[in-house]
């Protein structure tokens, strides 16, 4: 490769230089969401910095093969191992079936990943489809001595891993620290210990979700998935596993115990993790009600929000900080980044439009270089954008005949401008949102006109029909008394 990438590594805490396991190919897992739920904006940063990394590396020329699971079950409510199931409940209070919950959520993600311009990984695996995968990790930790069986579930032996191992190495935990801060919850009898976790659950018998076992019938723990599927799709050890740093702890520091026990081989090489997004300064969540979901933006119906927001507006957002920043969404910002991200825009059409001169003001190779070595700095898209801003400088004053370049330059600007904004930042040109699309505008405004026509003339056949058929086509028209509005879905 002719490009050296540096990523910050959360293992060795450093950035380290990239050199894949097995050139050209590059194994790469991602955590992806459980799916009972719509995707907030939080779920949109883990899946932008991804398909980041993603785009990148195939920029450069490897083969990479990503894989980003859906989690349909085994994921309690409280993130470890208590509470009822996250799938399992929405299925109870919507009284159907949890897979009916998960096909729904499924869609609705990866509806909202399509606006958002993130590509598919290459497999998506579901962690309910590996079930036997998963049993048989289980076999091969019981087999190292690192878990045992109580009452027909299966635990981890975190202490007894940790004696030969660092159970926290990934988090910079110690377990004696974290031992001695912890009470005994009641009911975790079956325990040995409290930070033992759940490899198998025995499933209660209200549990709908349930599978066969020589433990019991039950259910695998919610760190186990990952550690099965990476190692089935990417190998025992391969190079890039990501996620929110949320994740680390005790999610990503369980897989590493799991496939260290299973497997005696330190399974991922390059662990990397974005930050989070707070609203306003303050964390996310769902008690504190500002808990926006992508769709909320798209549509601008939550009450935290001015206006909607495009998809490109919320990628943009995020891609202006770099992946291991903190990331604080106000309107305010939003509205920086709409406004921002139009300039770019504009200028990448003016840019095709611009013609040759015999000379150049400016140094294009330099502006190109510039942007690669902000990527190859830890991904380091603000830099990357701030680099394409004096590209659109130079376009606006080329544009303004105050500068010139020849069409070498020129040239080497297109492709600057279409590699880094179009294929690397995977940032496109958006349809304009129903208000501002002149076209449809015009169209409605000549269909609405018949429709009021028909009915000043008693034809409400007509104007019914009018109305019926752009309902059928995702139109609804709403009559009011200054008269009718539309609205697209
Ligand atoms: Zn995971």
Same mark, same amino acid.
């Given at each position: 490769?002719?490009?050296?990438?540096?990523?910050?590594?959360?293992?060795?805490?450093?950035?380290?230089?990239?050199?894949?396991?097995?050139?050209?190919?590059? *194994?790469?897992?991602? #955590? *992806?969401?459980?799916?009972?739920?719509?995707?907030?904006?939080?779920?949109?940063?883990?899946?932008?910095?991804? /398909?980041?990394?993603?785009?990148?590396?195939?920029?450069?020329?490897?083969?990479?093969?990503?894989?980003?699971?859906?989690?349909?079950?085994?994921?309690?409510?409280?993130?470890?191992?208590?509470?009822?199931?996250?799938?399992?409940?929405?299925?109870?209070?919507?009284?159907?079936?949890?897979?009916?919950?998960?096909?729904?959520?499924?869609?609705?993600?990866? %509806? /909202?990943?399509?606006?958002?311009?993130?590509?598919?990984?290459?497999?998506?695996?579901?962690?309910?489809? %590996?079930?036997?995968?998963?049993? *048989?990790?289980?076999?091969?930790?019981?087999?190292?001595?690192?878990?045992?069986?109580?009452?027909?579930?299966?635990?981890?032996?975190?202490?007894?891993?940790?004696?030969?191992?660092?159970?926290?190495?990934?988090?910079?935990?110690?377990?004696?620290?974290?031992?001695?801060?912890?009470?005994?919850?009641?009911?975790?009898?079956?325990? $040995?210990?409290?930070?033992?976790?759940?490899?198998?659950?025995?499933? !209660?018998?209200?549990?709908?979700?349930?599978?066969?076992?020589?433990?019991?019938?039950?259910?695998?723990?919610? %760190?186990?998935? #990952?550690?099965?599927?990476?190692?089935?799709?990417?190998?025992?050890?391969?190079?890039?596993?990501?996620?929110?740093?949320?994740?680390?702890?005790?999610?990503?520091? &369980?897989?590493?115990?799991?496939?260290?026990?299973?497997? $005696?081989?330190?399974?991922?090489?390059?662990?990397? $993790?974005?930050?989070?997004?707070?609203?306003?300064? !303050?964390?996310?969540?769902?008690?504190?009600?500002?808990?926006?979901?992508?769709?909320?933006?798209?549509?601008?119906? $939550?009450?935290?929000?001015?206006?909607?927001?495009?998809?490109?507006?919320?990628?943009?957002?995020?891609?202006?900080?770099?992946?291991?920043?903190?990331?604080?969404?106000?309107?305010?910002?939003?509205?920086?980044?709409?406004?921002?991200?139009?300039?770019?825009?504009?200028?990448?059409?003016?840019?095709?439009?611009?013609?040759?001169?015999?000379?150049?003001?400016?140094?294009?190779?330099?502006?190109?270089?510039? #942007?690669?070595?902000?990527?190859?700095?830890?991904?380091?898209?603000?830099?990357?954008?701030?680099?394409?801003?004096?590209?659109?400088?130079?376009?606006?004053?080329?544009?303004?005949?105050?500068? &010139?370049?020849?069409?070498?330059?020129?040239?080497?600007?297109?492709?600057?401008?279409?590699?880094?904004?179009?294929?690397?930042?995977?940032?496109? !040109?958006?349809?304009?949102? &129903?208000? &501002?699309?002149?076209?449809?505008?015009?169209?409605?405004?000549?269909?609405?006109?018949?429709?009021?026509?028909?009915?000043?003339?008693?034809?409400?056949?007509?104007?019914?029909?009018?109305? /019926?058929?752009?309902?059928?086509?995702?139109?609804?028209?709403?009559?009011?008394?200054?008269?009718?509005?539309?609205?697209?879905?």
């Amino acid at each position: 490769m002719e490009h050296k990438l540096y990523l910050y590594n959360t293992l060795s805490r450093k950035k380290e230089l990239f050199e894949p396991i097995n050139p050209p190919h590059v *194994g790469m897992y991602v #955590c *992806g969401p459980t799916v009972y739920g719509d995707a907030h904006l939080g779920h949109a940063r883990p899946a932008i910095t991804f /398909d980041l990394v993603f785009r990148y590396l195939k920029h450069l020329g490897y083969k990479v093969r990503y894989v980003r699971n859906i989690t349909d079950v085994g994921h309690l409510e409280n993130d470890a191992d208590e509470g009822e199931d996250k799938i399992a409940k929405k299925a109870r209070l919507e009284q159907i079936e949890p897979m009916e919950v998960v096909q729904y959520f499924t869609e609705r993600y990866h %509806h /909202d990943m399509e606006k958002l311009n993130v590509l598919s990984p290459s497999i998506e695996p579901r962690a309910s489809g %590996h079930i036997i995968e998963q049993i *048989g990790m289980i076999d091969n930790i019981l087999e190292s001595g690192m878990a045992y069986e109580s009452e027909g579930s299966v635990y981890f032996d975190v202490e007894k891993y940790n004696k030969q191992y660092h159970y926290g190495k990934l988090s910079g935990r110690v377990l004696e620290d974290l031992m001695s801060n912890t009470r005994t919850l009641e009911g975790q009898d079956e325990k $040995h210990n409290p930070f033992d976790f759940a490899l198998w659950k025995k499933a !209660q018998p209200e549990h709908i979700m349930r599978w066969p076992s020589r433990w019991s019938e039950g259910f695998p723990g919610w %760190h186990l998935e #990952c550690s099965a599927m990476s190692a089935r799709y990417l190998g025992d050890r391969f190079d890039i596993h990501g996620g929110g740093m949320d994740l680390m702890f005790p999610h990503h520091e &369980s897989e590493i115990a799991q496939s260290v026990a299973a497997n $005696h081989v330190e399974p991922v090489k390059y662990w990397m $993790h974005n930050n989070m997004i707070t609203i306003n300064g !303050q964390k996310m969540g769902k008690s504190l009600g500002n808990f926006i979901t992508l769709a909320e933006f798209f549509s601008g119906s $939550h009450k935290s929000l001015t206006k909607a927001y495009s998809a490109m507006t919320i990628r943009f957002f995020i891609l202006q900080a770099q992946y291991r920043s903190t990331l604080d969404f106000s309107n305010e910002a939003l509205l920086a980044a709409e406004k921002g991200l139009d300039r770019l825009m504009k200028a990448w059409t003016t840019l095709e439009k611009l013609s040759p001169a015999s000379t150049s003001t400016s140094d294009i190779s330099r502006l190109q270089n510039n #942007c690669y070595e902000a990527m190859n700095d830890d991904f380091n898209s603000p830099v990357v954008i701030a680099n394409l801003f004096e590209g659109v400088r130079i376009i606006n004053s080329v544009n303004d005949k105050k500068e &010139s370049l020849t069409a070498d330059d020129l040239l080497l600007l297109r492709n600057t401008f279409s590699s880094f904004i179009g294929d690397i930042l995977g940032l496109k !040109q958006e349809e304009a949102a &129903s208000g &501002s699309n002149t076209t449809l505008e015009g169209l409605m405004e000549l269909v609405l006109g018949l429709r009021k026509d028909a009915k000043n003339a008693k034809d409400f056949a007509t104007s019914d029909k009018i109305r /019926d058929e752009l309902t059928k086509i995702g139109i609804s028209v709403k009559d009011t008394k200054d008269g009718a509005t539309w609205s697209q879905e």
